[in-house]
């Protein structure tokens, strides 16, 4: 059986967590064993071994249930490394560079973004549910409200798209009407976050127009702009203290969901310091596409040890334009890959879907990440060419939920996924917008489409279509 996971994605940004599938650091004795990726110009499916995803979640939490700092040191070391090289990189202009230092560049790039999943990737195994079995059990242990385990196990650490913003609204209110984009200020804080509307698929600077803007509309609204900044600064201090009221409350010396709250920050992390990686990668694509004569959207079909192969005949453009106009299905294991293309790859996946869980027609079901009951109109939301469709007051329903998505979510009732358990990004957006969420359904992008009458049901983990 599998469990699958899609969104806006292309090959080459996805192989540094792709190789990690049977490469987790040496602190795991378990890991992800096969996974399968089939590919669309710029979508991705991943089918994950549902057995081995949750014999590696059981291990992980029997094993570090109680050390869980000692797997995480290791990862914020592999995390500042990413980082670091993401800053000392960013003034450099790589298309002056031969192609000997552009591939030795490549080559760090790689090292470091693949080292970083080797730390971390085992956090997708939670997702299938093990995480929300093992927080009904502690909660009924402890005699804990739901609610009182959303808040402890609710990390008091901001989204980075949050602290982005706070950066900027501390800029803002520092300098006030002397700010500019010229300011040295405003040009450290592009530096500093200039990767955080990238995707896997999708490099989007911050352009000077951005920043312009955000400027104007935040000067014009000094009092509001004060209330958001207090909201963000504060957010910490106060999810603080719910959790000691409730530790209080229930006579408890520790958080008994210290674990789940970790991995939920741990799961944050990753994806900023990953869209570092992204940034990284996408710009040496940039520099590869001016040196090939290749266009970028092929060579995003490269895969990672097919890179040195351009400049000696072993791979070409015709190659790379065959996977990417006929689909592509790369299958992980051992150690090893295998690729398919064109008919073949698209009959796998047929396969590979014959396989799935199904989920009912008018009612379906999932774990509760934030709580609550709304009616809405249902919007899919598969990639950024759907934004334009979302309105105030909709209800979001996507495979999964990333950071591009944000905007969309200030907007959204309700937030509805295919994937994800209670770490996962949708579930931390709405605990902070303090909207109801419903994740790890699997079917909701199959079963629900636009303008769909739909109940929310998040106290109960259901979505049921009205009309």
């Not at 990690?20 to 071994?49: A, E």
């Not at 312009?212 to 957010?235: C, G, H, M, V, W």
């Not at 408890?252 to 990284?280: A, D, I």
């Not at 710009?283 to 895969?303: A, D, G, T």
Request: hydrophobic content about 35%.
């Amino acid at each position: 059986m599998w469990y699958k996971q899609e969104g806006e994605l292309v090959p080459f940004t996805a192989w540094p967590w792709m190789r990690t599938i049977t490469r987790l650091s040496p602190q795991f004795k378990l890991d992800f064993k096969q996974l399968y990726g089939y590919f669309n110009k710029d979508y991705g499916w991943f089918y994950w071994d549902l057995q081995a995803m949750n014999e590696l979640a059981k291990w992980t939490y029997e094993t570090y249930g109680n050390s869980i700092e000692k797997i995480y040191f290791l990862f914020t070391q592999a995390a500042r490394s990413l980082e670091e090289l993401y800053l000392s990189t960013y003034d450099e202009k790589w298309q002056n560079l031969t192609i000997k230092d552009l591939l030795e560049k490549y080559s760090v790039i790689g090292v470091t973004h693949t080292k970083m999943w080797s730390t971390s990737l085992f956090i997708d195994s939670f997702d299938p549910g093990f995480d929300q079995e093992q927080i009904e059990k502690k909660t009924k242990e402890f005699s804990l409200t739901k609610e009182e385990a959303t808040v402890l196990a609710t990390p008091d650490g901001i989204t980075y798209a949050s602290e982005r913003r706070l950066d900027f609204l501390q800029i803002i209110l520092k300098f006030d009407a002397k700010l500019s984009v010229q300011h040295p200020e405003i040009k450290e804080h592009i530096k500093r976050y200039d990767y955080y509307q990238y995707s896997y698929a999708h490099p989007q600077r911050i352009t000077v127009n951005q920043i312009e803007e955000e400027i104007k509309t935040a000067q014009k609204n000094i009092p509001n702009i004060k209330d958001e900044f207090t909201r963000l600064n504060s957010f910490q201090k106060e999810q603080q203290n719910k959790i000691n009221e409730i530790l209080k409350k229930h006579s408890l010396s520790q958080n008994p969901f210290y674990f789940f709250q970790t991995l939920t920050y741990w799961r944050e992390h990753r994806k900023k310091v990953n869209m570092m990686g992204c940034y990284m990668l996408h710009r040496f694509l940039e520099v590869l596409e001016l040196k090939s004569r290749i266009p970028k959207r092929f060579l995003e079909y490269l895969n990672y040890d097919e890179v040195k192969g351009l400049f000696s005949g072993k791979i070409n453009k015709e190659i790379l334009k065959k996977r990417y106009q006929e689909t592509t299905l790369l299958r992980i294991q051992r150690r090893n890959y295998t690729l398919y293309s064109g008919l073949e790859a698209k009959e796998k996946r047929k396969e590979l879907e014959s396989q799935m869980l199904k989920n009912g027609d008018n009612q379906i079901r999932g774990t509760t990440a934030c709580w609550g009951k709304v009616q809405g109109r249902v919007k899919v939301i598969r990639d950024r060419n759907d934004f334009v469709k979302f309105q105030q007051g909709d209800i979001l329903v996507a495979g999964m939920t990333r950071p591009e998505h944000v905007p969309l979510l200030k907007k959204a009732a309700a937030i509805v996924t295919n994937e994800g358990g209670i770490t996962c990004h949708a579930a931390i957006v709405s605990r902070e917008l303090n909207i109801p969420c419903i994740i790890g359904t699997k079917v909701a992008t199959e079963v629900l489409k636009d303008g769909d009458l739909v109940e929310v049901n998040a106290n109960h983990g259901i979505v049921r279509k009205l009309s």
